[in-house]
Each structure stands twice: as C-alpha cells, then as structure tokens.
T-cell receptor, first 114, second 115 residues
Framework: AQSVAQPEDQVNVAEGNPLTVKCTYS??????LFWYVQYPNRGLQFLLK??????LVKGSYGFEAEFNKSQTSFHLKKPSALVSDSALYFC????????????FGQGTELSVKP | NAGVMQNPRHLVRRRGQEARLRCSPM?????VYWYRQLPEEGLKFMVY????????ESGMPKERFSAEFPKEGPSILRIQQVVRGDSAAYFC?????????????FGSGTQLSVL
C-alpha cells in the first residue's frame, strides 16, 4: 500500500535559520510527490512537486525539496525561515494512474519565532 | 478568476439530519475531489468526480455518503443521517483536465459540526 509519513508533528525554528520538514514515502513504481501548505482556516495551497528530473525541486515562497530515492524521502527545506512561514505543511503522494488522488501525510506544524 | 468556492463555510447539524456541502471548481476545471480532515489528522481522500461521472469513490463510506457533479452547477457532497463522527472539515479541490500530475486547487473548506 502507498503511504506517506511525516515523523515530526511540530518543528520550531528561529527566524532567519534554515528549516527542514521531513517526509518519507512508500510507493510502488515511480513516486509523484507534492508539498502543500495550510494556513489557519484556509484550504491547502500547492508549494511544489516532483515528477521526474532533477532531485532538487524549487517551489513557491523560496521553498525547495530534495527527492532522495535511496532513502525514500522528500524533505522540504528553506534556507532562511520567516515568521510568515508558520503554518501546517503536508507531504503527499499521487496514487493510481489517473487524476489527482493524493495520499497525505498527517501534517507538520511549523512555528517560526522572531 | 475566482478560486474554488465552497459553501457554507460552517454547517451545524443535529444528529439524524442531512448535510449538503457545495463546491464550485475553478473556471475551466472539470475534475473535482473531496477530502475530509479530521482533528489532528491529515486529509483523507473521499471521491473523485468529473462532470456527470464518479471516477473513484474508494474513500467514501459505504453508507450515508454520496457525491455528484452534474453537468450544470456545483458538485455536492451529501451526508444523510449525520452522526457526531461526521464532524470534520470537508475540502473540495479541482484541477484542469490537462494532465494527471496537475496540482490541485483547494477551497477553504466547510466545517461540519454535528450536535
């Protein structure tokens, strides 16, 4: 069965420091991986995706993610965190061979303190 | 170009009543997905629809839940005889028909509270 795990419920970083939000996956076949962000009382917003190609994927708001096939990981990173980055982050993997059906991780709450 | 519109934002129902959640996809999008988010959990896939067709309903509970996306009008997620366990945030997402790896655009959700 395909699955996504986010091992940390919460990540705390100081503004200006680098941040990493971890994600590991288990899929059969090639993985199609996504990161979404959810701000309070809002729907999810797309950050970035990995389909094929370069292992380092750049996305919105200065975020990037590194696909590591041997470690089955797709960690989200940002070199310098902002207070406004504080939100709930979800990793997801596409399942099936049609449409955008996604399996989401349980989410990681990112808190950036000034 | 308006985003994905969901209404109502908040819906309160008593046990045994029916809940109807509406979703209007982004203009030009013909694929609609419904997800449910329970407290302290991630989103769980419920159903994937295209106009007048249910493509994948593998995440839908077998009873009381149904979804439609008619030729005209919004997609509707219907929950009959609601129970307290149905309390959750229900999110609709849409995508264009261009490709299977297109990103999803999410609405702001409907928070269903069952008393």
């Amino acid at each position: 069965a395909q699955s996504v795990a986010q091992p940390e419920d919460q990540v705390n970083v100081a503004e200006g420091n680098p941040l990493t939000v971890k994600c590991t996956y288990s899929v059969s076949g090639n993985p199609y991986l996504f990161w979404y962000v959810q701000y309070p009382n809002r729907g999810l917003q797309f950050l970035l995706k990995y389909i094929t190609g370069d292992n380092l994927v750049k996305g919105s708001y200065g975020f990037e993610a590194e696909f590591n096939k041997s470690q089955t990981s797709f960690h989200l990173k940002k070199p310098s965190a902002l207070v406004s980055d504080s939100a709930l982050y979800f990793c997801a993997v596409r399942v099936g061979n049609q449409g955008g059906k996604l399996i989401f991780g349980q989410g990681t709450e990112l808190s950036v303190k000034p | 170009n308006a985003g994905v519109m969901q209404n109502p934002r908040h819906l309160v129902r008593r046990r045994g009543q029916e809940a109807r959640l509406r979703c209007s996809p982004m203009k030009g999008h013909s694929h609609v997905y419904w997800y449910r988010q329970l407290p302290e959990e991630g989103l769980k896939f419920m159903v994937y629809l295209q106009k007048e067709n249910i493509i994948d309903e593998s995440g839908m509970p077998k009873e009381r839940f149904s979804a439609e996306f008619p030729k005209e009008g919004p997609s509707i997620l219907r929950i009959q005889q609601v129970v307290r366990g149905d309390s959750a945030a229900y999110f609709c997402a849409s995508s264009p028909p261009a490709g299977i790896n297109e990103k999803l655009f999410f609405g702001s959700g409907t928070q269903l509270s069952v008393l």
